[in-house]
């Protein structure tokens, strides 16, 4: 009996001594877990925004795209200048002038019925991922709108806008590509956001901004070459806002 107890009693303290030798291993990986906590060791989240080298839209989008609406570079008989951005409201498409019978074409979405306007008009600012500040005009048909949403892949805006004149116009990207080549807006013109990405490294502040009436005569562009993505630049200060004539169908609203 007594050496029964006695073998019970070593096994109970080796037991203890295996229960604070496990402590002692714990204690410095727990320490350092709360310090992480305490003093934000941790990783940062990663960053929401896609980089300027990564697609902007799903790998499907351009396939989704008609062949109409895709960029590319076309031939194209205007007296504009070099630089000179066109959109042709009536067939949802926009060119961006090359000189010698050549243009970029882009798919655009424009304003729906109500909504469109012509005119000339200068760029007058641009943006990278823009917040969104939605007009009274804009709150007043749409009261739950939000007043205001902080720019990234969810805003409206998509990830290049460029501003037109000293009107609430703009040209800007969108998080919803199959609006291409729709009349949805309310005024604004909207690319998808790997077109507004090579549209903006393309213009600088100043650039002449040439609308045509949705009514205006159309010819069918001829395509050549696809034009490739190229490299974004960085944003231009605010030029002078110096209001341009317009011709609106209704009062000016994003």
């Given amino acids: ?10 096994l109970s303290r080796a037991s203890s001594a295996l229960v604070v030798a496990a402590a002692l291993l714990l204690t410095p ?7 992480a906590q305490v003093f934000s060791y941790a990783p940062a989240a990663p960053n929401g925004f896609p980089s300027d080298g990564m ?26 200048v070099p630089g000179t951005v066109v959109i042709d409201t009536g067939r949802t498409t926009l060119y961006y002038v090359l000189g010698q019978g050549r243009a970029i ?3 655009v979405g424009v304003g729906r019925e109500g909504f469109t306007w012509s005119g000339v008009q200068t760029i007058s600012r641009k943006a990278e991922w823009p917040d969104w500040h ?5 709150i007043a048909r749409q009261p739950y709108l939000p007043r205001f949403m902080a720019g990234g892949p969810g805003n409206p ?20 590509p199959s609006t291409i080549g729709k009349f949805v807006s309310s005024g604004c013109i909207r690319l998808t956001n790997e077109d507004v990405a090579d549209l903006f490294s393309r213009v600088d502040v100043g650039t002449r901004v040439v609308v045509l009436p949705k009514n205006a005569p159309h010819f069918e562009a001829r395509g050549t070459i696809t034009v490739r993505p190229t490299a974004v630049m960085a944003p231009h200060v605010i030029a002078r806002p110096d ?3 317009m011709n609106h169908s209704t009062s000016a609203v994003y």
């Fill in 1 to 10: 009996m007594t050496h029964f107890s006695e073998n019970r009693a070593q």
């Fill in 29 to 35: 990986a727990l320490a350092a877990q709360a310090s």
């Fill in 55 to 80: 697609s902007l839209n799903a790998p499907d989008d351009e396939a989704a795209t008609p062949e109409r609406l895709r960029r590319t570079v076309v031939a194209y008989d205007t007296r504009e």
């Fill in 105 to 107: 074409r882009y798919g």
């Fill in 134 to 138: 939605p007009p009274a005009e804009m």
């Fill in 157 to 176: 805006l998509g990830a290049r806008a460029m501003y037109l004149g000293s009107s609430q116009y703009r040209i800007h990207g969108t998080n919803d």
């Fill in 243 to 245: 209001r341009q004539a």
